[in-house]
């Protein structure tokens, strides 16, 4: 599918499943966005992965957001590639993402998200969230941003080349997660962030060359447990 720029942004709303099948490319051009409401099916295979990706490498497309419509509402992402998104704002919402989750029981497995222009690779927000053997690299700023939500993530790489002195690896606000058997590595401010009394588990997981490993950024302290 080539989204241009002729064609304009677009907007999809169904009472149903919205199925993307495995092999799927969806190339978008600069600044267009793409919006399903309802419910995802995403079912890429390891040979054959749905890509999001920008249709000129020199420019970046807006966001592909997924909005449920009520907490029963959910995406089922399975071998997903995005890369070259960046922000928008669009049918009411600023979404600081290429790739923006709300208000949905969300599964991500087996895919990345990469090359970012937007403040993170991956937003999520009123979600209940799973993220299994998951990358996230080289996003301009966070590579995820999940906010109010509660999140198992686990058996994921966190990582960047950027130089942003403020990105961070996970950024979580008001959200209970259990963190297992993931990396964050050379992150210029934090690995993982803490903030607005989220409360974390973490186990095994390993952080190498950050300038913090794990830190909150407002006043009330979170909470978090090791094992």
């Given at each position: ?5 002729g064609?304009?942004d677009?907007?999809?709303r ?9 092999g799927?490319?969806?190339?978008m ?6 919006m ?9 295979s ?6 999001v ?7 970046n ?25 960046g ?18 029981n969300?599964?991500?497995?087996n895919s ?5 222009s ?9 979600c209940k ?10 996003n301009?700023?966070?590579q995820?941003?999940?906010?109010f939500?509660f999140?198992?993530i686990?058996n994921?790489?966190?990582s960047?080349t950027?130089?942003?002195?403020n990105?961070?690896?996970?950024d979580?606000?008001g959200?209970?997660?259990q ?10 401010d ?5 903030g ?19 830190s ?12």
């Open positions: 599918f080539c989204l241009s720029r064609l304009g677009v907007y999809k169904q009472k149903y499943t919205t199925t993307i099948s495995a799927a490319v969806f190339l051009d600069k600044g267009i966005n793409l399903i409401k309802g419910n995802v099916s995403i079912e890429g390891p040979d054959k992965m749905v890509v990706k920008s249709l000129h490498e020199q420019s497309f807006g966001t592909f957001s997924i909005i449920g419509k009520d907490n029963s509402s959910h995406a089922m992402i399975n071998n997903l590639k995005v890369s070259g998104g922000e928008s704002k669009h049918m009411g919402h600023y979404f600081t993402s290429q790739f923006a989750i709300y208000f949905s969300t599964t991500i497995k990345t998200f990469e090359k970012s937007g403040d993170d690779g991956l937003n999520a927000k009123y969230v799973l993220i299994d053997s998951c990358t996230f690299f080289d301009k700023a966070d995820v941003d999940i906010d939500s999140l198992n686990s994921c790489y966190f960047t950027s130089t942003d002195s990105g961070d690896g996970l979580l606000s959200s209970y997660a963190i297992t058997n993931c990396n964050f590595t050379n992150f210029l934090k690995g993982l962030s803490l607005e009394k989220s409360k974390v588990l973490l186990s095994s997981c390993g952080f190498q060359d950050n300038a913090s490993a794990v909150y950024t407002h006043l009330t302290l979170p909470t978090i447990y090791s094992v």
